[in-house]
């Protein structure tokens, strides 16, 4: 099993600046693909940046230019800076992780959520 924490999120005004960790930790032989979805209420929950293991990204147009997604390998985290924050990016915000175990069969696993929150 993997474990993710995730850390980072808060109350901002418009904008400012977040920056968002995730940690992954268990059974990891490798991990593939990271990313951050978000949810807003009432809404689904929506990809807002991927990045891959060698490091390719991609962002939701709504984002692009404003976060910048990166990833430490060796300790199996990813993080999401977040600028010129806007309060339409209010949403609690998932970390996702595909990671490999020793059987070398791939699995999804999800954060527990962040609440980012930006205020007018």
């Known amino acids: 099993q993997v474990q993710l924490v995730e850390s980072g999120g808060g109350l901002v005004q418009a904008g400012g600046s977040l920056r968002l960790s995730c940690a992954a930790s268990?059974?990891?032989?490798?991990?593939?693909?990271m990313g951050w979805y978000r949810q807003a209420p009432g809404k689904q929950r929506d990809m807002v940046a991927t990045?891959?293991?060698?490091?390719?990204?991609n962002y939701a147009d709504s984002v692009k230019g404003r976060f910048t997604i990166s990833r430490d390998n060796a300790r199996n985290t990813v993080y999401l800076q977040m600028n010129s924050l806007k309060p339409e990016d209010t949403a609690v915000y998932y970390c996702?992780?595909?990671?490999?175990?020793?059987?070398?069969?791939?699995?999804?696993?999800w954060g527990q959520g962040t609440q980012v929150t930006v205020s007018s």
């Open positions: 996702n992780v595909r990671a490999v175990d020793a059987r070398i069969v791939e699995n999804v696993f």
């Open positions: 268990g059974s990891i032989f490798s991990i593939n693909a």
């Open positions: 990045i891959t293991r060698y490091g390719l990204t």
